[in-house]
T-cell receptor, first 112, second 108 residues
Framework: KAGVTQTPRYLIKTRGQQVTLSCSPI?????VSWYQQTPGQGLQFLFE???????NKGNFPGRFSGRQFSNSRSEMNVSTLELGDSALYLC???????????FGEGSRLTVL | AQRVTQPEKLLSVFKGAPVELKCNYS??????LFWYVQYSRQRLQLLLR??SRESIKGFTADLNKGETSFHLKKPFAQEEDSAMYYC??????????FGTGTRLTIIP
């Protein structure tokens, strides 16, 4: 069974630009969660989607948004990038909303 | 506020010595608790969850409701245990809240 796939793996952007990250969950998993990982803060919850609906949202500004498609694939978007948005963005999928999370390798975003 | 605290950022232990990684949580109810591990160049993965009461790779964790703790323990550390360990909790809001992690290094 293929694992969670995230694209792109690495990207460099400049301040003010926007970025879209993609996540393909494990087949059959309907829940997709996004986390921001930084050395100082650890993993911080961004949002969670289940059957195309955002069910949970973390304490991030409105510049961070996401969506989930009917095939459970998910995207997250960050607009008007700031230097502090530099981080590893992790996607995780699960069968249901309370089960074990299976993580992707992450998308490493660098904002210059 | 609902929070998971891992007080040690770094922990070094000699091979064969006991290991204890600390985790405390702030919550008045009964959370569902997990330990996740990230080995070098690998994905973050589940190590164990308290409801299953399993021992994985020799690690165990006991929920202490009085001390609101869920420390991870192993009696004899092995070199392959070197990794980043994250404690996580579901506080009934169906999302996982992670601690900041502890980097465990096993000294040969």
């Amino acid at each position: 069974k293929a694992g969670v796939t995230q694209t792109p793996r690495y990207l460099i952007k400049t301040r003010g630009q926007q970025v879209t990250l993609s996540c393909s969950p494990i087949s059959g998993h309907r829940s997709v969660s996004w986390y921001q990982q930084t050395p100082g803060q650890g993993l911080q919850f961004l949002f969670e989607y289940f059957s195309e609906t955002q069910r949970n949202k973390g304490n991030f500004p409105g510049r961070f948004s996401g969506r989930q498609f009917s095939n459970s694939r998910s995207e997250m978007n960050v607009s008007t990038l700031e230097l502090g948005d530099s981080a590893l963005y992790l996607c995780a999928s699960s069968l249901d909303r309370t089960g074990e999370l299976f993580f992707g390798e992450g998308s490493r975003l660098t904002v210059l | 506020a609902q929070r998971v605290t891992q007080p040690e950022k770094l922990l070094s232990v000699f091979k064969g010595a006991p290991v204890e990684l600390k985790c405390n949580y702030s919550y008045s109810g009964s959370p569902e608790l997990f330990w996740y591990v990230q080995y070098s160049r690998q994905r973050l993965q589940l190590l164990l969850r308290h409801i299953s009461r399993e021992s994985i790779k020799g690690f165990t964790a006991d929920l202490n409701k009085g001390e609101t703790s869920f420390h991870l323990k192993k009696p004899f550390a092995q070199e392959e245990d070197s990794a980043m360990y994250y404690c996580a909790a579901n506080f009934g809001n169906e999302k996982l809240t992670f601690g900041t992690g502890t980097r465990l290094t096993i000294i040969p």
